[in-house]
């Protein structure tokens, strides 16, 4: 059972309006929609905001049967090349705001956990090839960095560059990747850049978030097909 989370309903409307044969599953704060695209059995749900509500959300998906777990969204461009409507495949997701450095962890690093988590390889490359079908934009894969933070500034994306190498910002792709890491779930995080993260960044989410809402819902479908076709 292959999941879909976004963490707002901008980020799932598209590909919720054609989820076939939809079953609604209610849980205390999640609803979960169980249904097929395109073929695929798939849960298909919106996460919430942040990482608490990230981890939850994949908790229940979990439980529900899914095997492979996708998170699409937008995000703030990091990477200097990286221009709105642009997309980042991650390779690897790190927690940005976590600081236990008086410990003598690196910054980022969770004591107890992986100071990175990797990507589902399979996911990963099935995940660039449908990006690449979307015309017009730069696909690029790399390091997303999740935090309890809306980065806005100069000085927040160069920390997040120069520090973490990170690719895009956003707030809960680390959280999901956290969970399925630790149940051995394969899952990969896909992510529309709805603005540059260093400059009225709210203007820029707002104007653009249509557009990479589409390239969402394109990507996906495209992941969809490939995932679907037998092995040759």
């Known amino acids: 059972m292959l999941a879909i989370i976004g963490a707002m309903d901008e980020e799932i409307e598209l590909l919720l309006a054609d989820l076939r044969g939809r079953e609604d599953l209610t849980f205390p704060g999640v609803t979960l929609h169980r249904g097929a695209l395109d073929g695929v059995p798939v849960l298909l749900t919106r996460g919430g905001i942040g990482k608490v509500n990230a981890a939850m959300t994949t908790t229940y998906l979990l439980t529900q049967g899914a095997t ?29 705001d976590v600081d236990v450095t ?15 988590w990797p990507a589902d390889p399979h996911l990963r490359a099935v995940a660039l090839e449908a990006a690449r079908d979307v015309e017009g934009v730069r696909v690029l894969d790399g390091r997303v960095a999740s935090g309890d933070q809306f980065i806005a500034s100069r000085e927040g994306v160069q920390r997040l560059w120069t520090r973490f190498g990170a690719a895009c910002a956003e707030m809960e792709g680390a959280a999901v990747a956290q969970v399925c890491a630790k149940a051995g779930v394969p899952f990969v995080v896909i992510r529309s850049v709805s603005d540059t993260a260093d400059h009225d960044a709210k203007v820029d989410y707002r104007e653009f978030m249509p557009l990479v809402a589409r390239h969402a819902k394109q990507v996906v479908r495209g992941m969809l097909a490939r995932l679907a076709a037998p092995a040759v």
């Open 102 to 116: 008086p410990l003598g962890y690196e910054v980022g690093t969770v004591p107890g956990e992986l100071p990175a």
């Open 68 to 96: 492979r777990v996708i998170f699409t969204g937008v995000a703030g461009g990091v990477h200097p090349e990286l221009r709105v409507g642009d997309i980042v495949v991650s390779t690897d997701l790190v927690q940005h």
